[in-house]
């Protein structure tokens, strides 16, 4: 199997890319940054691995933490917690993981898989099964493909711990999996339903660690030579600009494990006297702009300081800010009939068909 090493640097850069992957949701990655920062000062080390690189008979850990992402931001994230997650399942199973892979790549998540990685000494594979951040168990790329939706961990950091054995189907996972993270406080550290090498070649989404590294490293360029640093992740990623602004409102509440709310822009520069509403679900879900909805899952929506570049999350969005909004494209496969079905407007509530902002 070939493996690179991931540097320190790479790590810094992986939080930065993956919170604009994430959609406002995901979990602001800086928690984690500082858990592989302290990892790596005490001698840990992580690799990365293609997908391709696996036998078809070899078993990967998916890891995640599960919640919502303002209690994330109260309740401190630790690495041996998701590590546990993953041996609970190594136990439960009698598999021995060839690899880790984050569920989702968006904000903390896309970081997570590395900190059980480092206690586990066990590469991480460069893919996940979003491409993204979205809020529920079935809206992944291996719920679309109808694979096994059970088992699944859940690891408490005071010592509690259940398995969801089995489940009828994905939706299944996430109601279950859900009561057990509203019952421990709203966030749990989990180990998803373990995929073969020959189902994680079939159905993950590929170059997606590497892909948030590179956003990154071009944002954190763009700071240190003083460039704009929204321009440079459009240069590396074929996204669209759609708004920029100010928040003049923000209403969320956290409610059954979920971060929801709306908030409210008055635009600037070339936007001024647009108004823009972004609902979201953990994750920015529909953004309107005087009324018309024009962006929508599963395009990335992705909201921007407008002066770092940096991602802005719904637990951390706040009145004042100035912030630019761009769209970035979707895996391939959550534009099909079935994905939509798991991630369009309609999945989360809204009578929208979707459009992409990418449609000519």
């Known amino acids: 199997m070939s493996r690179r090493d991931i540097t320190a640097d790479d790590i810094e850069s992986l939080a930065v890319g993956a919170w604009i ?3 406002g949701g995901g979990g602001n990655p800086y928690l984690p940054l500082l858990n592989m920062r302290a990892l790596y000062r005490e001698g840990y080390r992580v690799q990365l691995m293609d997908a391709s690189d696996l036998a078809d ?32 399942m190594e136990e439960h199973t009698g598999y021995r993981f060839a690899g880790l892979m984050s569920m989702e790549i968006g904000g903390a998540n896309g970081v997570r898989s590395l900190m059980a990685a480092a206690h586990l000494k066990r590469p991480v594979i460069d893919s996940d099964t979003m491409g993204r951040a979205y809020p529920e ?5 291996v719920a679309v493909g109808g694979l096994r939706p059970y088992p699944l961990t859940a690891v408490d950091v005071r010592g509690l711990e259940s398995i969801v054995d089995k489940v ?40 997606t660690t590497t892909k948030a590294m590179a956003i990154g490293h071009a944002v954190r360029e763009a700071q ?18 759609l708004y920029k602004g100010k928040v003049i409102e923000v209403e969320r509440r956290a409610t059954e494990g979920f971060l929801r709310g709306v908030v409210r822009f008055d635009g600037l520069d070339d936007w001024r006297g647009s108004a823009m509403t972004i ?38 969005i706040r009145y004042g800010q100035r912030v630019t909004v761009i769209a970035l494209p979707p895996p391939a496969i959550f534009l099909s009939p079935r994905g939509l079905q798991h991630v369009g407007p309609r999945a989360f509530g809204y009578d929208l068909e979707f459009r992409s902002v990418f449609k000519t």
């Not at 240190?224 to 600009?241: C, F, Q, S, T, Y």
């Not at 920015?284 to 802005?312: F, K, N, Q, T, Y």
């Open 57 to 88: 008979d070899d078993w990967v850990g998916v890891v995640a933490n599960m919640g919502a992402p303002l209690v994330g931001q109260e309740r401190l994230t630790d690495s041996r917690t998701l590590a546990r997650a993953v041996a609970l």
């Open 21 to 23: 992957l994430g959609t």
């Open 168 to 207: 009828p189907t994905w939706k299944w996972t996430e109601r279950v999996a859900r009561k057990i993270c509203v019952e421990y406080g709203s966030v749990a550290a989990t180990c998803q339903p373990p995929r073969t090498g020959a189902e994680v070649k079939q159905w993950a989404i590929h170059g």
């Open 279 to 316: 609902n979201f679900q953990n994750e920015w879900i529909v953004a309107h702009r005087d009324g018309e909805a024009i962006a929508m899952s599963p395009d990335l929506i992705c909201v921007l300081d407008s002066v770092s570049g940096e991602a802005v999350g719904s637990e951390t």
């Open 224 to 241: 240190r030579r003083h460039d704009d640093p929204v321009a440079a992740i459009l240069a590396v990623e074929p996204g669209k600009l």
């Open 137 to 141: 168990a079935q809206m992944t790329s």
